[in-house]
């Protein structure tokens, strides 16, 4: 009844009845329930979606740094080196970008110094270098950037997943920048399982290859004993150089410096301090740009024989954009295309037609003798096909007519694999070694010349002229930059690296020729001022600027045959009086042999210029009386030039028959009473050395330079010989009959050359 009465009250006010409610609900409620079903799954998705993503791995905050101490009281699950088992763990977390930092405007740097000691020499050393890093990094903030504090962490007591999964995660949008000071063990230490670490997280498939790719960079120092592993195969520093490699790979190769390696008995102190300067640069640098800056493998040397000692998962590429463009390994390599590739690309129809022609003004006659051209041109524009290929092949182009590229054999000493001849002979240190010219053009076509077809020829110089000034600082800066790009490369020894930085020889013979420069006197003068060393190579053309030449610490003239017609063929120079014009040139270098060292340069070709030579190359000595001759087999480069020239690898001559020659050429230099003798020889790259007995003190050989001395000379303004600036004796191993090669380096030979049908010598390019 009770329920009729509120069913009558109800039907009074409502519009519908109940009953109508539910038979529609009966009618409809599929399509109802579906279409709310499905509304709600629209809305959850929008959610979803809207909501930023987290990665699955969870690390804790870092900021405010905690103390080591706390660390080790917080953590000390790996006290005795015990393995835990790796927590992944999932969930959503919004994380706080380093977009954070750009929006505050300030950037946050913070380096962490990780080190690992087990008798406490590394604690001690890391503790005080943390310090001094808190003072260095302090200086190189401003308004852009802060650095705070850094953190010291003993990879004993923290967690490795906190680390060495992803870096953590800084407020404020920190980035993170690791050092880690490591000594070596050869017995059972928390190195192994932090090692077993880095490979483990490198291969788990759950993670990405390379994790901590958001760091913005590393770098190891190790320290060893070599008193009980003397050498890096023998163990030295083995563990820190395993850790630098495992972190190459898991950042994604940003080794922002070198690895650093000390003797802690030694030398760790000093070789510590260096690398420290040189990780304070690069902090600068980030501070500065962001990045670690540009890098690419190697040097960008087209000539990239080092290419081939790289492990591929070592190669080392600091240039972010180019790793956001995920270049391919074959992109990179078409950058660093061979030498020989790219002259035989730029065939002989892509000549720049806006550029001037060759006109040869010494050998027209006034009747024929055409109009220079109105308008002075640039030498190398930078939109010339030349410009394109020499800057392919490595060359920095400065200013318009001048080039610097690092050669081989820098790249080689800074790896420790050994200098080029001239550290045999003269003492020169490869990485420390500049290459260059003010003058990309030359007036020879030399066969065996591998940058014949890429560079500019003429006899008169008929360009804008640079100045000096402007060329010394661009050649420079373009050989740092150079360098710098070394300092991610596998190999590259720290204290090499930092040495590198200070230029203190430079070689004038890179492309073309030196002396065709207007200014070139200036330009010497500006090397000597730094106490760089000058080494310039002249290819006997240009008598009247040789004649005003001033002294430069060792002059060549390349000499290329012993008579005219063969050097006419081998040479194929543009002068038509080349003939007068070299036999000129070797007045004036025999008038100048008392002023400087003198240097002839004989580059034997099979075929052309060896055979029955030697008579003809005595009296050429005898005209010039050197006092240097150094003879150097021809390096065979495969351009179509030089194959266009009838040159093949049957043209190289084996080092046995060098050193035949060169036994030839001493016998008849002493027929004729002149008083030379072979001193030295560097046979990984075919180069022996004959010197005047001059240079020769109580039966030992003096063939290296006291470069000290020869600056001091100069500066006193007043008079000089030779003499007075002869180092100190030849070293044993570099003297003739031992061979030639540092035994302090490491001897390295190409992969896939078979070294049966190649000498060392032919299988090695030279960087010049
Ligand atoms: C048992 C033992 C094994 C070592 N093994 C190596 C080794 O394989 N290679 C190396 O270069 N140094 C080796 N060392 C030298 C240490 O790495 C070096 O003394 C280091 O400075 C020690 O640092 P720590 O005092 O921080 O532990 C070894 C030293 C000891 C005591
Ligand atoms: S090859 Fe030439 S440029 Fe290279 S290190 Fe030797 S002298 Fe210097």
Known sequence: MAHETWVFRSRSWLPFEIADIVAVWHEYRIPILLSTFTLLMIFRTVLHLRSPRERIFYTPQISPPLPTEKVRLLDDKRVNGEKNPRRIVGGLKKRKSSEDAAQSGVRKIQVLVFFSSLTGATEKTATAFTEDLAKSTKNLEDSATTFPEPQLLDLSYIDYDDYFITPPKGEGGTQFFYLLLLPTYNIDTVLDNFLEHLQETHNDFRIDTAPLSRLLGYSVFGFGDREGWPTEEEGF????????????????????????????????????????????????????????????????DAVESDLEDLDEEDEVLFDEQKIAQGKTKLQKNDVLNDLEDIGSTLNKSSVDPSEPLEVDFTSYSKKTRPTPPPTVKEMVPKNSPTYNALTKQGYSIVGSHSGVKICRWTKSALRGRG?????????????????????????????????????????TWRWVVDPPDLIFAGVKTGHYQKIKMMRGVPGVRAERFAEAMRIRHCALSLVGEPIFYPHINEFTAMLHAEHISSFLVCNAQHPDQLATLKPVTQLYVSIDASNKESLRKIDRPLHRDFWERFNRCLDILRERRFEQRTVFRLTLVKGFNIEDEAEGYAALVEKGLPCFVEVKGVTYCGTSSSAGAGLTMQNVPFYEEVCAFVLALNTALAKRGLEYGIAAEHAHSCCILIASQRFRKEGKWHTRIDYERFFECLESRQPFRPEDYMGPETPEWATWGNGGFDPRDERVFRKGKNKVALTESQGEVMGE
């Open 419 to 459: 200098s080029c001849y001239k550290f045999s002979f003269y003492g020169i240190a490869s990485h420390q070694c500049m290459e260059t010219t003010p003058s990309l053009s030359c007036s020879n076509k030399c066969v065996f010349c591998w940058r014949h077809g890429t560079n500019p020829v003429g006899t």
């Open 237 to 300: 520093c083995s563990q820190a150089r395993d850790v630098d490699k495992w972190m190459a790979k898991l950042t994604g190769r940003k080794r922002a410096f070198p690895l650093g390696m000390g003797d802690s008995k030694m030398n760790a102190a000093e070789r510590l301090r260096e690398w420290m300067e040189g990780v304070g640069d690069v902090l600068g640098h980030i501070a500065r740009t962001g990045g670690l800056g540009e890098g690419v493998v190697g040097s960008g």
